[in-house]
């Protein structure tokens, strides 16, 4: 009874809350404001990598609105929290399109939220910057990948692998979802269209959070004692990584015996581990921390300043936020509006400069141009550049080693279609 | 502790260096030294180089630098290789050796710098590819190092690269001086290898008799080839022969590593269940903030070390009573303030401990950040005790093990000889007669609540050397627990100990051919099975007691 009646209060109080809250944004936000809606877990298992995405979200809002904002109105930023949850993730962009009216959406980070939130946000005609390395394989007209395809991350780390470390042995090893299932298969299709033989690769999935590495260390160091160079090309996801590389050290495998790259693991990860047994694993993304140009040293300070916290690091996706941010923002200002239709036929070619001393370009088929760095990791949590493509590498949305889809091109401006097939000259239709 | 050992001798090895150094200055007379000037003027100019340029070219120059071999070539890439070489960050660019007393060496000269100050160093960092240069060139110049150890790794780091001639000549010459048997043993290994090549069919013959029964790595490759290609029929059934005999020993040893890594698993199942067995299998509270005490007893330990940046070594010995402490009190407040209501009533009690543990994890989200804290490892605990090639002891796993064994001895007695075990006996098995002869239960389920606690805490702080100290940690481990303790019987420690090893060993040896997903998918089938025939689990309580 007592339970009861205190659920009711706090029922009761609740829902005063959330109208006072919507009657305060609904009398701040006049006409004059544009409203940016950010779209990133605060709670819940995800909240530990996206929580910095919403912080730099906030700070490049901030410094547009000191600059004079856009068009002349200011930015508003409206937070909201999916708390991981990825129905919720649909739910939030519904309210975030057609309560709150949001221009534009920066939110996901795993493939199954973008994946919830794509038909809402191609059914309310908004835009969405997803800022995270991801599979490829999707190409809507509402999307900005503004993180790397499998072409800007994977396949220039295993060229990197191959050519300068000559490895011959391919250990693929994964979480058990999407992203690594379908990058590890480009992977593999890649890897036999060089020539490797499929007894020279071996293919390892593992459950989310997995903490007990033994016997599948003691499978990799057995596997790479067959007198060829192996690496492996780890596609685990944040929080296995810890107690994967900890057995690594602690079998006494190291980096210069098996190198591992790794797809998931930046400075924000490596900020929680303890780094001695990481020294000389790789990294392969299209941003490092300690690459040394004046934007992006002028990006960290206004970080750091802005968080309030010097030992705070940046990451890959952190500048895809910075480069999607600014995207939008040339786009608006090209077409004079915040008008959906408008900004998505403006930003195609739209060219802003990246935190590594380049400019990136928005594709017709909506990813980005990045370059590709490969690191290796320090003893102080950094990366040091061992390698980088000679140029930016143009996103592909349609893997060319995949069978199905690299008859596919997305060409949005020219095509009208995310999944042209080349072959029957047809538009296979909306995305999944 | 290796590490830190030969980091000593090698200090000591360099103050050597550096007396005889400057001896050899004092003695020699001027025309020898001007005689030297053009080596030692090319030395210097590439210890300065060293810091200078792209990574790929400093690979020739510290190739350059081993090439000349100076006195103090060895020195200066042992240092590089150690991250002891620095360079200062104004515009001379001074290569300084940073000893691991924090003293100052000149790399040209090794001579101490005092007196100047040059502000912050900046490491000379490498690469992979320099890295495994770095070794292959001090193994060359260590073969003859006055210390067992570094010729030992010498000597093994040549087999992993294959030799040449010359290095198979240089290892011939060195053998016959060679004291220790583990690196003479290893130069013959070397040796052989190389010989596996040669012309003559008998040298051959002999290599791959010398190499039967060796478990390094590295022997099988060349001697599978041998069996395959050989031109020499003998050379070829001997070659079958060894390695078919490595392979038996392989078999027994990847057994016997198997069974070490289900015991290891099974030593976290029992660390993290063994909590749960005293507040559900004796109180028969559904505790669904097991997870959540681990959690705390794990940030205990990332406090206590936070505290003491300086006792890494110890911090440990700090953490466990301090992870006891504060997730039993922790505990003994969810006992008083919900579950106390809530007894006899196991739904109502799991719905309020998920909350708890909700309410749990966000408030680590709030106090300590949503990012996952570095709880640092001990030097005792990395690494692992290499017991011949092909089997090793990680001493993580193995500490954790003996750890998980001694909580256990430690609860058992609590509960068989204390007078608080007694009483928790009394009240699980008949709380109104427990009243009736004076024992105070609503105390004494406060203290058993704090007291399985109080080890879950202890449990954190084993977990926070195995995996991510964050605030999802519990939720990783609350199904495994519970798994556990049914499989066991509830209420019967031993059954715990039963069950968290036997579920180890089972899932370990699943996972070579199910996988680590379907592995543990099999598990859950075979326990839903197992109940389905055992409902009370391994070991049920007999007796009145069962009857509820």
Redesign the interface.
Known sequence: MKLKSIAKKIGVLGSACTLALASLTASAQEEDTIKVGVLHS??G?M??SE?TLKDTMLMLIEEQNKKGGLLGKKLEPVVVDPASNWPLFAEKTRELLSQEKVDAIFGCWTSVSRKSVLPVVEELNGLLFYPVQYEGEESSRNVFYTGAAPNQQAIPAVDYLMN??DVKRWVLAGT?YVYPRTTNKILEAYLKSKGVAEADIMI????F????W???V??IK?FG???KKTAVVSTING?AN??FY??L????LS??DI?VVAFSVGE??L????T??LV?H?AAWNYFMSVDTDVNSAFIDKWLEFIGDEKRVTNDPMEAHYIGFNMWVKAVEKAGTTDADAVIDAIVGVKVPNLTGGTSEMLPNHHITKPVLIG?I??DGQF?T?WETDGLVPGDAWSDYLEGSKDLKSDWPGLKCGNYNTKTKKCVGATE | MIVTTTMERLQVLMRLCSALAIATLVALSTPVLAQSEPASATFEQLVNEVAQGSLSKRVDTVAAIAALKHERSADILQALQDGNLKVTRDDSERVVIETADNQILDAQTSEPITGTDLGRLKRIPIHNKLRSQLHTLLAQLNLSHPNDEVRLSAVTRLITDGGDEQTATLLNELKSDEQNSRVREAMDTAIALYQLESENATERLAAVKQLRGSLIPEVRGPLQERADYDSDKDVRIEAQRALDSIEGRLKMFRLGENVFFGLSLGSVFLLSAIGLAITFGVMGVINMAHGELMMIGAYTTWVIQQVFPNQIEYSLFMAIPAAFVVAGLVGIAIERGVIQFLYGRPLETLLATFGISLILQQAARSIFSPLNRAVSLPEWMSGSLQINPAFSITFNRLYILLFGLMVFFALLAILKKTSLGLKVRAVSQNRPMARAVGVRASWVDALTFGLGSGIAGIAGVALSQLTNVGPNLGQAYIIDSFMVVVFGGVGNLWGTLVGAMGLGIVNKFLEPYAGAVLAKVLILVLLILFIQKKPKGLFPQKGRAAAD
Request: overall charge negative; charged content about 30%.
């Open positions: 605060l709670s298992t909240a530990i929580t300068e470390m058990d390892n999935y593992t459950p959070g997995h903490s007990d033994q016997n599948i003691a499978d057995r004692s067959q007198g929080d810890v107690p900890r057995e050290g602690n079998q006494g980096a210069e190198p924000e990860e900020s929680g581990i303890d001695k047994p000389g790789m290796e320090q003893e040091l061992v």
